[in-house]
């Protein structure tokens, strides 16, 4: 893979990185998954760029095979992952919907930081992941979904989003090749 470059108005968005959604990740172990998003979230901060965290707080309203929409996760569903929690001036953008800007403010915050590439991390990759890396293509953005830092129940499912999907929504680069890019 060719070196990427990520300029300062790069983003770090880590999507369901929380108590609810670690049981999920197969594809990528929790355990991994937590360090590599920790070990990206430690980097953003050190150089002084965005993180904005994305928890799943339930469903959106609508009926689906599973049944009717518009479910709520119990409490502390939603609690970040230890090691992931979020600092004094990073936001936390609850959702309900698909994609990290669905019903949130995550766009708006981005704007007004004139934000033009994200680097997406957290599970699971066929779901809030890639709704999100859609999304924020969908928006003008640029995206590098981060293939160790994303994790989802189906590895099959995972690794079609990560060699068909992502690829032709931004880039697909290792924790290792975003830290060398910071």
Known sequence: MPKIELPSTTALVVVDVQAGTLPNARAVSAEDLVSHVGSLVEAFRDSDRLVAFVVST??????????????????????????????????VHPRAGWSAFAGTSLLEELTARQITDVVVAGLATTFGVESTARAAADLGLSVVVVSDAVSDPDPSGHERSLTRVFPALGRVRTTSEVLAAL
């Open 58 to 91: 339930g469903t959106a309203v609508g009926a689906t095979e599973y049944g009717p929409g518009g479910r709520v996760w119990p409490e502390g569903f939603a609690e970040l992952a230890p090691g992931i929690a979020n600092r004094e001036g990073e936001s």
